[in-house]
């Protein structure tokens, strides 16, 4: 069966700080990856998704970047945290095909606040 | 382009009464159409999805939602609610971009039940 793991959980960092969220999915292969931000009592917003390795599309301006270094690993980046950037991270994987396609599986996410 | 809207941000039960959360959605074509529930500082899981195949469509839990064309609505309904259910409700539109398959998010509906 497929699982997705996200870390860590909760992460509390500095203003201008760097930040490093990674997610990997077990189980299947070549799957799109997502990650989503949720800010509080706001639905998700898309930041990032890919449809491979080194395939990263940005669906909004930001401060942060995402990278896929393996089929089943992706990750999301800042350099320079603000605090705007709070909020509830979470990352996704869908099946190209089958009968499952279009359907995400969720991690169980990644609190994040910027002080 | 796609979109949803749920149409109450916040819906109150009594434990053992029916739930109806309402979602509207408007698409150029036949969508694939899913909830999707978040308990607190959880990743979000599929409750059901409706892929042009029954209108009626069952889900985990006692769930189900119907697909109307003609109202371009997919409601969620439970006969008898369960203090369980208390969580964020998410209507979500599939539509395909690329290579994948994006979903576009309602802003939540948020259950609460009492005793």
């Known amino acids: 069966s497929q699982t997705i793991h996200q870390w860590p959980a909760t992460l509390v960092q500095p203003v201008g700080s760097p930040l490093s969220l990674e997610c990997t999915v077990e189980g299947t292969s070549n799957p799109n990856l997502y990650w989503y931000r949720q800010a509080a009592g706001r639905g998700l917003q898309l930041l990032f998704y890919?449809?491979?390795?080194?395939?990263i599309s940005s669906e909004v301006p930001q401060n942060l970047s995402a990278s896929r270094p393996q089929d089943r690993q992706f990750i999301l980046s800042s350099k320079k945290l603000l605090l705007s950037d709070s909020g509830f991270y979470l990352c996704?994987?869908?099946?190209?095909?089958?009968?499952?396609?279009?359907?995400?599986?969720f991690g169980e996410g990644s609190r994040l606040t910027v002080l | 382009a796609q979109s949803v809207t749920q149409l109450d941000s916040h819906v109150s039960v009594s434990e053992g009464t029916p739930v109806l959360l309402r979602c509207n959605y408007s698409s150029s074509y036949s969508p694939s159409l899913f909830w999707y529930v978040q308990h607190p500082n959880k990743g979000l899981q599929l409750l059901l999805k409706y892929t042009s195949a029954a209108t009626l469509v069952k889900g985990i839990n006692g769930f189900e939602a119907e697909f109307k064309k003609s109202e371009t609505s997919f409601h969620l309904t439970k006969p008898s609610a369960h203090m369980s259910d208390a969580a964020e409700y998410f209507c979500?539109?599939?539509?395909?971009?690329?290579?994948?398959?994006?979903?576009?998010f309602g802003a939540g509906t948020r259950l609460a039940v009492h005793p």
């Open positions: 979500v539109v599939s539509e395909k971009s690329g290579g994948y398959n994006k979903l576009i």
């Open positions: 996704a994987w869908s099946s190209r095909q089958g009968l499952s396609a279009g359907e995400l599986f």
């Open positions: 890919s449809v491979g390795i080194g395939q």
